[in-house]
């Protein structure tokens, strides 16, 4: 083989060999970039519960209240109700 064909080769093998490392180091990144979303993830995943069991036990203590406020409004058409018929007596 001449001279010239190695260099070619050579020449052919070192580029082969620089894009190898550079999607060897393209990889890492994206372990590494999976790696922290999947950290990320997590983390929200966490909070979210958090979240969820803040909500649910607010909206418990509104439902709770709502029923409490319906309940005093019936007492209330009850005691109006009471009123206007004694009114009606006194008539």
Do not use: Y
Request: hydrophobic share 35%; charged share 40%.
């Amino acid at each position: 083989m001449s001279d010239e064909l190695l260099k070619q080769i050579l020449d052919k093998i070192n580029s082969i060999d620089t894009r190898l490392d550079n999607i060897e180091t393209d990889i890492k990144d994206l372990k590494q970039g999976q790696q922290e979303i999947k950290d990320h993830l997590i983390q929200l995943d966490s909070q979210n519960a958090e979240r969820h069991i803040t909500a649910f036990s607010k909206l418990e203590s509104v439902d709770k209240e709502v029923r409490f406020i319906k309940h005093k409004l019936h007492q209330t058409e009850e005691d109006v109700f009471d009123i206007k018929d004694h009114l009606k007596l006194i008539k």
